[in-house]
């Protein structure tokens, strides 16, 4: 089993390159980078658990076995600073590092003052050690209370300000994803625990047990992040849309049915329909939220479809679909043009201006004006 460990390791690294070599990162995925590096060291301890040479390296895998406390006030830092925007990291957060000082100075205490338990010889294995437990049951209390502060937060501040924006929806799976998922490794490893306390250890050795099940969950953590990458950008600032495969391919069709030449019918004051239809577009800005049928348009400002189609593309020579693809990459180019929004991504800030994905934003964009919105931010700050 010790090749799943160098795997995960791997990937671990590989999932994190992305974000590390991004220029400007926010602090959330700042808070993320340390958070995997710190899975990366457990898991590396794991791969040399399972060689057999903990032995070799005891002091080593006592100071990663007391790092563990440390996973607790990632996760609830991530949370805070990927739910809150004006989130900032203070001198006093520094005191999130007292559990793990307080691990290691209780198990060096115990360890040689007292001498009732050798962690930095054959290692903390002693079966039936009540000092041990003590120092084991500390560590998932500490674990606890953050996955608690954490969930906390996600309740408060994701499930009771959700409304009806898929994006927003977007960002509150992943959270409650990750919240889920490691309520779930949290609440196996201590019922092992205290199942392999009471010999009740039908899967062999906890140490083993857990390792397998905490490396399963890292492997299920970073399928998820790369699923979820297109929001590892700035805590959510606007409207937004849905980015799944059931919407997207409805939304294709609608495009393909809009791009269709439109029928010559006789309309009845052209001027006049074509700019209600724009101070509708100005006014209530449907197209932030995604695509718009023309039987949406219709419905809206009691305008006949066949008509709405026929007097865009009268006064603007073009097709519905990139009439209102236009007014998107207005949006994005206000945006872009804000010194102000200059920490957020491209593609988060495409996402509030209406676009179904990367590609479709970078190819619309320079359709409209002849660079990427990279390119064109770029060109703004230089």
């Known amino acids: 089993m010790s090749y799943i460990y160098i795997v995960c390791f791997t990937l671990i690294l590989f999932f994190s390159f992305s974000l590390i070599s991004k220029a400007k990162k926010t602090l959330s995925e700042k808070i993320f980078v340390g958070w995997i590096f710190l899975l990366a060291i457990t898991e590396l301890s794991f791969f040399i658990n399972a060689l057999g040479m903990a032995g070799d390296y005891s002091l080593l895998f006592s100071l990663v076995c007391d790092s563990h406390v440390l996973h607790g006030g990632f996760y609830y830092f991530y949370v805070q600073s990927f739910t809150d925007k004006q989130f900032r990291m203070k001198g006093i957060h520094v005191f999130h590092l007292l559990p793990f000082a307080l691990m290691f100075g209780l198990k060096y205490y115990f360890n040689e003052v007292l001498g009732v338990m050798d962690c930095y010889g054959v290692g903390c294995i002693h079966a039936g050690n009540r000092y041990i437990d003590l120092l084991t049951f500390l560590k998932f209390g500490i674990l606890g209370a953050y996955l608690f502060a954490g969930w906390h937060l996600v309740h408060d501040r994701v499930h009771h300000n959700r409304g009806e924006d898929r994006l927003e929806k977007i960002r509150s799976n992943w959270i409650d994803n ?176 209406g676009f179904a994905s990367k590609t479709s934003l970078n190819r619309i964009f320079k359709q409209h004006t002849s660079v990427t919105p990279s390119e064109y931010r770029s060109n703004k700050n230089a």
């Open 178 to 353: 990750i919240t889920v998922g490691i309520f779930i490794i949290y609440s196996f490893s201590a019922s092992y625990k205290v199942l392999d306390r009471l010999e009740f250890n039908f899967l062999g050795s906890a140490i083993n047990a857990i390792n397998i099940m905490v490396t399963f969950f890292i492997l299920i953590f970073l399928y998820m992040g790369n699923s979820y990458a297109y929001i590892f950008v700035s805590p959510y600032q606007g409207k937004g849309i849905d980015l799944d495969a059931v919407s997207k391919n409805k939304d294709e069709q609608a495009n393909e049915m809009a791009e269709e030449e439109p029928v010559k019918v006789d309309v009845v004051d052209l001027d006049r329909k074509f700019n209600l239809i724009e101070a509708y577009l100005k006014r209530e800005k449907p197209y932030l939220k995604g695509q718009m049928t023309i039987r949406q348009l219709s419905d809206n400002i009691g305008i006949p479809q066949n008509e709405i189609s026929y007097i865009i593309q009268q006064k603007t020579d073009k097709y519905y679909c990139d009439y209102m693809n236009a007014f998107r990459v207005e949006a994005l180019k206000e945006k872009l043009d804000s010194p102000k929004l200059n920490e957020f991504t491209v593609l988060s800030l495409g996402l509030e201006c």
